[in-house]
């Protein structure tokens, strides 16, 4: 939908943005032989260490968005609670790197010696480390309106189906056969984190947007999950190349 009159709330940017996440995302190779079966160990390995420091920079991102925000609480309260969630609400033992750290070790035991280390994590890909970067960029001269259009539609809205697809497909019968793989990092996420994330998001977006801002909003969004999109099939790209 490219016809800024058709955008008349903000139930049709996200229609938009919905389309958007169906051709860029489930339509890549990456999802599509995930959910094949067709990984191999060494693919599926280089995935989880590739999203293990994805998922350990984006409390930086939070922080950054959160740098955008206007100085009023019902600004940076939803991306601070959010940011929250990734540490685990304060709880020890319940922040989100310990959680992926139970699918990463399920993958490759070898991360339960390693993973303190930062050291001797396997080094972060182009992909990952432009994905971030690009998302960190974005910050440095969005209006508040613009970072939260980029958190909430270019991240969060899809996470949960993104998530859910992932935890799905590596639960998959040819990846459990040889060792049982934990996805309980992907269900929490797209069960009960991610709604909630665009949720408070949304209710920001919802009552800030003006009508002729539905364009613009839409197109942050697309330009956000669009880099997204391309670290999925740059991780894929990544690992045919090294021939895992
Ligand atoms: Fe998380
Ligand atoms: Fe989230």
């Given at each position: 939908?490219?016809?800024?009159?058709?955008?008349?709330?903000?139930?049709?940017?996200?229609?938009?943005?919905?389309?958007?996440?169906?051709?860029?995302?489930?339509?890549?190779?990456?999802?599509?032989?995930?959910?094949?079966?067709?990984?191999?160990?060494?693919?599926?390995?280089?995935?989880?260490?590739?999203?293990?420091?994805?998922?350990?920079?984006?409390?930086?991102?939070?922080?950054?968005?959160?740098?955008?925000?206007?100085?009023?609480?019902?600004?940076?309260?939803?991306?601070?609670?959010?940011?929250?969630?990734e540490?685990?609400?304060?709880?020890?033992?319940?922040s989100h790197a310990?959680l992926y750290?139970?699918?990463?070790?399920?993958?490759?035991?070898?991360?339960?010696?390693?993973?303190?280390?930062?050291?001797?994590?396997?080094?972060?890909?182009?992909?990952?480390?432009?994905?971030?970067?690009?998302?960190?960029?974005?910050?440095?001269?969005?209006?508040?309106?613009?970072?939260?259009?980029?958190?909430?539609?270019?991240?969060?809205?899809?996470?949960?189906?993104?998530?859910?697809?992932?935890?799905?497909?590596?639960?998959?019968?040819?990846?459990?056969?040889?060792?049982?793989?934990?996805?309980?990092?992907?269900?929490?996420?797209?069960?009960?984190?991610?709604?909630?994330?665009?949720?408070?998001?949304?209710?920001?977006?919802?009552?800030?947007?003006?009508?002729?801002?539905?364009?613009?909003?839409?197109?942050?969004?697309?330009?956000?999950?669009?880099?997204?999109?391309?670290?999925?099939?740059?991780?894929?790209?990544?690992?045919?190349?090294?021939?895992?």
């Amino acid at each position: 939908m490219n016809n800024e009159q058709q955008l008349r709330s903000l139930e049709d940017v996200e229609k938009s943005m919905q389309h958007f996440i169906d051709e860029r995302f489930l339509g890549q190779p990456f999802f599509k032989t995930l959910l094949k079966g067709e990984w191999t160990a060494s693919m599926l390995h280089y995935f989880a260490w590739q999203y293990a420091h994805y998922s350990a920079n984006f409390p930086r991102v939070l922080g950054a968005a959160i740098s955008a925000m206007a100085p009023l609480d019902d600004w940076w309260i939803p991306l601070a609670d959010n940011l929250w969630d990734e540490a685990g609400r304060g709880i020890p033992g319940h922040s989100h790197a310990v959680l992926y750290r139970t699918f990463l070790e399920s993958l490759d035991p070898s991360a339960h010696i390693v993973y303190e280390d930062r050291q001797k994590w396997p080094a972060i890909g182009y992909s990952v480390a432009q994905a971030v970067k690009s998302f960190i960029d974005f910050f440095y001269n969005a209006s508040p309106l613009e970072a939260m259009a980029a958190v909430g539609l270019g991240s969060e809205f899809f996470a949960d189906q993104i998530m859910g697809t992932i935890g799905q497909g590596l639960r998959h019968p040819y990846y459990q056969a040889k060792s049982p793989v934990n996805t309980t990092f992907w269900d929490v996420h797209a069960r009960h984190d991610e709604p909630r994330h665009y949720a408070l998001c949304r209710a920001v977006l919802l009552e800030h947007t003006p009508p002729e801002s539905y364009q613009h909003i839409l197109e942050i969004g697309q330009y956000i999950a669009g880099s997204e999109a391309a670290m999925y099939d740059g991780i894929y790209q990544e690992a045919l190349s090294l021939g895992v």
